[in-house]
């Protein structure tokens, strides 16, 4: 087989994986309103890929506080929970395993999105940031809307976005998710407070860089402690800085909450990797670095070909591979690889981010 690694199986601490295939998040914006209800349209999408090893689904906002794009999921109320279910049980019964990626946006809204003020380590709006809503365009298209200044973050918020995190990890297993990723990265609020950019706090949250990754480690810690360290991952960016977040000093920052992060034996880091034409490249030496740093699973995910997947798994650099916008169009895209089938291509970029029906969304068609 000329994918061998791509198509082994793997033990994910203790999670038995058919193939090394994962599904990376991708928004899709599909929840049911009111209320960011998961829903059986959103079941039969993500039961179509479940040809992956592993999902890790669409970021769900573990508040309304927490959201910044119009029509996401949540994961904190009951109906939220049921809706879920949903999911996972369609998951399941295909053979594959299924992660809750848990989402508080920070600074990265809008109160035309949840009528809230977004909350940030630090008052500094992002700049040239949109986010979206859908306000009856004659097409369905989102609308993108600039964020709004955030109000900086007392220790009570703090402690709150914590047991809202926590509260989140306990609905997903609940639900019945195998586990679930703390995201970390892209902009996000734990990616605000861990850069020296968007975090001007003086206080042990901010200044030093064992201070600004204070809030990942304890919500990591708080996560593992309440679903197991075997069901809690970790997702960042490191050579992402989209959304005004270019600091200097974030590979160390990085480096230095893995070395934390190992100490608390989580399962896996899921670097999620720009993915764009010219998008910077992460160095060889990283990926060693990380490696030697970081025991248990490390994920890659940014447009990967599988030459270039399996080529990283061969160097044993990764352990799994992300692929998005290849599940999107393709929902058997492990099959067209075996097979090197033509893939399917967006049909209609309208229906990226938002829609009611099947198209664009589980319309793509499988092998034969």
């Known amino acids: 087989m000329k994918y061998q690694k791509l198509f082994e199986k793997y033990n994910l601490n203790g999670i038995e994986l058919e193939n090394r295939f994962l599904m990376a998040p991708m928004t899709r914006s599909r929840a049911t309103q009111p209320g960011d209800i998961p829903n059986a349209l959103m079941a039969e999408y993500y039961s179509q890929r479940s040809t992956a090893g592993i999902i890790i689904t669409e970021a769900t906002q573990i508040s309304l506080q927490g959201k910044g794009y119009a029509k996401t999921p949540g994961i904190y109320s009951k109906e939220q929970i049921e809706g879920w279910k949903l999911i996972t049980d369609a998951v399941h019964k295909k053979g594959s395993k299924i992660f809750l990626q ?15 003020q977004p909350i940030a380590p630090w008052a500094v709006k992002a700049q040239n940031t949109s986010v979206y809503i859908f306000d009856g365009a004659p097409n369905g298209d989102a609308t993108f809307v600039p964020v709004e200044e955030p109000r900086a973050m007392g220790k009570e918020d703090i402690d709150t976005v914590i047991a809202e995190f ?44 064992e201070n600004r990754i204070r809030l990942l480690l304890e919500i990591s810690k708080a996560v593992a402690l309440a679903v197991g360290k075997e069901k809690t991952g970790v997702r960042l960016s490191p050579f992402i800085s989209f959304k005004d977040m270019n600091d200097p000093e974030i590979l160390q920052t990085i480096m230095l ?20 034409d010219d998008a910077p490249q992460i160095p060889n030496d990283f990926r060693v670095e990380l490696r030697k740093t970081f025991k248990n699973t490390i994920i890659a995910t940014g447009n990967k070909t599988p030459d270039q997947a399996e080529e990283l798994l061969e160097k044993d650099l990764v352990d799994l591979i992300g692929f998005g916008r290849k599940f999107l169009t393709n ?21 990226l981010f938002g829609g009611g029906t099947a198209r664009g969304y589980t319309d793509y068609p499988f092998i034969g």
């Open 331 to 351: 929902p058997d895209y492990p099959a067209r690889v075996k097979q090197n089938s033509k893939l399917n291509e967006i049909s209609d970029n309208h229906t």
């Open 257 to 276: 909450a893995s070395v934390a992060l190992n100490k608390l034996d989580l399962a896996y880091i899921h670097l999620c990797e720009a993915d764009w």
């Open 166 to 209: 926590v509260q989140g990890a306990k609905n997903a297993i609940q639900a019945g998710f195998d586990g679930v990723e703390i995201h970390g990265a892209n902009g996000y609020l734990i990616d605000q407070f861990l850069r020296s950019n968007s975090n001007k706090r003086t206080d042990e949250y901010g200044g030093t860089k």
């Open 102 to 116: 848990l989402w508080h946006v920070g600074r990265v809204s809008s109160s035309k999105v949840n009528g809230l």
